[in-house]
């Protein structure tokens, strides 16, 4: 059972950056993040592959965020810039046990690992 613990969320103004991470126990393939705000379902944000560094992103981040990884750490990361108000969320990291290309969006049935979250507030 591979185990999930992420870090760097917080409090920052409209137009701020924050960097999430999320660092695994052990090795994982593809790995993403997913968020969730008050009375709205987990939508997907991004996605990146173990081999390649294959990335896939929501269109409503594309642009601003980054997501990366370092295999060695087995830890990935999200660079958020630009904030706005409404990237207020739970941000929750994901990880599969295997690769996954798909250029579609992700859903939270396609990952087998999830970490316990980590709030992010932007202000207007």
């Known amino acids: 059972q591979v185990q999930l613990v992420e870090s760097g969320g917080g409090l920052v103004q409209a137009g701020g950056s924050l960097r999430l991470s999320c660092a695994a126990s052990g090795r994982t393939f593809s790995m993403g993040w997913f968020r969730q705000a008050p009375g709205k379902e987990r939508e997907f944000v991004a996605r990146i592959s173990r081999n390649f560094g294959r990335t896939n992103y929501a269109d409503s981040v594309k642009g601003r965020f980054t997501i990366s990884r370092d295999n060695a750490k087995n830890t990935v990361y999200l660079q958020m810039n630009s904030l706005k108000p409404e990237d207020t969320a739970v941000y929750y990291c994901?990880?599969?046990?295997?690769?996954?290309?798909?250029?579609?969006?992700?859903?939270?049935?396609?990952?087998?690992?999830w970490g316990q979250g980590t709030q992010v507030t932007v202000s207007s």
């Open positions: 994901a990880a599969r046990q295997t690769e996954y290309y798909s250029s579609s969006r992700d859903y939270g049935y396609d990952y087998d690992y």
